[in-house]
C-alpha cells in the first residue's frame, strides 16, 4: 500500500492544480478544528478544497500539502489498518518534513469504515491541519463519530446558489435569469454544458452514481426498483404534505409489494445522501415539532427539469423549493409552518431568531395575496 500512497502523493504535487470554480463559503485554512465539508455528490466539495489548497500554495510549499481521493481505484481495496502507511509513505518522500506542519485533505473519506479512529489519532498526536469531504448525513451521527465531537467544525455544500449561478454565467440579476436559472440546475458542472441532451444524461448518471455508491451497495439494497420509484416520487410530489403511510399505500396500489417500515427506510436514505431534505411541520402556536405528515424538497432542481420534466408542476412549486434551499444555505432549521387550519409556508430558525417566509410565484389580485398573507396574520 506504501507504494499505492507514494504515486498518488508524487502525482499530486506534480501535478499543477487546474483554476477552479471559487465559491466563498468563508473556510478557514489554518485552523485547530478538523474542516469538514458535507453535501451531495458533485455539488462542488472537492473544487472547494482545491481552491483551499491553492491559497495555501501562497504560504506553504505545496510538498507540505497532501490529497488523498479515497475513490481513487489505485487504492482499492482500502482498510483502516491501511491508513497507517498514508503518512509513513509520505514522510519517505519528505524526510524532513516530519517536524513541519501538514496540511491533510482527505476526499469522501467515509468510504473507509471507521475513519474516525485515524482521524482523531492524527488530529491528537501530529501538527497537521485536517480538511475531509463526505457525502452522507450521518458521517458524524455514530457512536465512533463521538471520536470527533468537539474537533471539527461542519461546513453543508449545496448545489450553486442563484446568486453563485448568475455570476459564472455572467448574467444581470433579475426576474429572466432568475427563472433561468429554475430551468436549468445547480449543479456546478451543468456550466460546462450547453446541450438539454448532455445535461440531462449528466444528471442521469449523477442520479445513477448516487443511488449506487451511496444507498444500494453500502446499505445492500434488495429492492433497487422501489428505491429509484420513491426517489421519482419525492421529485414529482415535492413542496407537497406527504406521510410514509400514504406514499406506502400508493405504492401498494400500482400492485407492489412493500411495507411502511421499508418505504420509510429507503426514504431515509435518500435523505442521508442530500438527494432531498424532508421538512417536519411546526406548530406555530405551541411551538412544537408534530408527527405525521411533512414535505420533501430536493437539493437541486435539476433532477426535475431534466429527469421528470414531463410532469405537471407550476412554478410556484419549483420556486417554493428554492427558498427552501436558500434558508438551509444561510443556516436556518426550516419546518413547514401550521396555525389553526393554514399552513405558513417555512418557519424558519437560527439560534434565537425565527423568520416565517411565504412563497408564492405571483400576486395577482387580492384573493391570492388574502390568501398568502392569512396564515401570517394568523399569530
Same mark, same amino acid.
Given at each position: 500500500?506504501?507504494?499505492?500512497? $507514494?504515486?498518488?502523493? %508524487? ?21 485547530? =478544528? ?14 472547494? @478544497? ?5 491559497? @495555501?500554495?501562497?504560504? %506553504? ?13 489505485? @487504492?482499492?481495496?482500502?482498510?483502516? =489498518? ?44 501530529? !501538527? ?88 444500494? $451497495? ?29 406514499? %406506502? !399505500? ?30 417536519? $411541520? ?38 417554493? !423549493? ?58
Amino acid at each position: 500500500m506504501r507504494d499505492k500512497f $507514494r504515486r498518488i502523493i %508524487t502525482d499530486f504535487i506534480e501535478t499543477p492544480i487546474k483554476p477552479v470554480m471559487q465559491r466563498d463559503y468563508n473556510i478557514p485554512i489554518d485552523s485547530k =478544528k478538523i474542516i469538514s465539508l458535507i453535501g451531495v455528490r458533485r455539488s462542488g466539495k472537492s473544487s472547494i @478544497l482545491f481552491d483551499l489548497i491553492k491559497k @495555501l500554495e501562497k504560504i %506553504t510549499p505545496k510538498e507540505n500539502i497532501i490529497y488523498i481521493n479515497f475513490e481513487d481505484d489505485r @487504492l482499492y481495496p482500502l482498510e483502516l =489498518k491501511s491508513l497507517d502507511d498514508l503518512l509513513e509513505s509520505y514522510y519517505e518522500l519528505y524526510p524532513t518534513k516530519r517536524d513541519e506542519k501538514i496540511y491533510l485533505f482527505f476526499d469522501e473519506i467515509q468510504v473507509v469504515e471507521n475513519w474516525e479512529i485515524y482521524i482523531r489519532r492524527l488530529y491528537d498526536t501530529l !501538527n497537521v491541519q485536517i480538511f475531509i469531504t463526505g457525502s452522507n448525513s450521518k458521517m458524524f451521527s455514530g457512536e465512533l463519530s463521538t471520536l470527533l465531537s468537539g474537533r471539527y467544525v461542519e461546513f453543508r455544500i449545496f448545489p450553486l446558489s442563484y446568486g453563485e449561478y448568475a455570476s459564472i454565467h455572467q448574467l444581470p440579476v433579475g426576474r429572466e435569469s432568475y427563472l433561468t436559472y429554475m430551468a436549468d440546475g445547480g449543479y456546478p458542472e451543468l456550466v460546462h454544458f450547453q446541450s438539454s441532451d448532455v445535461k440531462r444524461n449528466y444528471i442521469s448518471g449523477l442520479k445513477d452514481t448516487v443511488l449506487l455508491k451511496d444507498i444500494i $451497495r453500502r446499505y445492500t439494497i434488495r429492492d433497487v426498483r422501489l428505491l429509484e420509484d420513491l426517489f421519482a416520487y419525492l421529485v414529482n410530489n415535492s413542496s407537497n404534505l406527504l406521510s410514509v403511510t400514504n406514499i %406506502t !399505500n400508493f405504492i401498494k396500489s400500482k400492485g407492489r409489494k412493500t411495507s411502511y417500515d421499508t418505504v420509510s427506510l429507503y426514504l431515509g436514505y435518500i435523505e442521508e445522501v442530500y438527494l432531498a431534505h424532508r421538512a417536519l $411541520r411546526f406548530n406555530i402556536k405551541g411551538k412544537e415539532i408534530l408527527s405525521g405528515s411533512c414535505k420533501y424538497y430536493m437539493n437541486d432542481l435539476s433532477f426535475k427539469n431534466y429527469l421528470y420534466a414531463g410532469f405537471g408542476y407550476g412554478a410556484g412549486y419549483l420556486l417554493e !423549493n428554492l427558498v427552501y434551499l436558500e434558508l438551509l444555505r444561510h443556516g436556518y432549521d426550516v419546518y413547514v409552518g401550521s396555525i389553526k387550519d393554514k399552513e405558513v409556508d417555512f418557519v424558519a430558525i437560527k439560534n434565537d431568531r425565527i423568520i416565517y417566509v411565504q412563497a408564492t410565484y405571483m400576486l395577482v389580485d387580492e384573493q391570492t395575496i388574502e390568501r398568502e398573507y392569512a396564515p401570517l396574520e394568523c399569530r
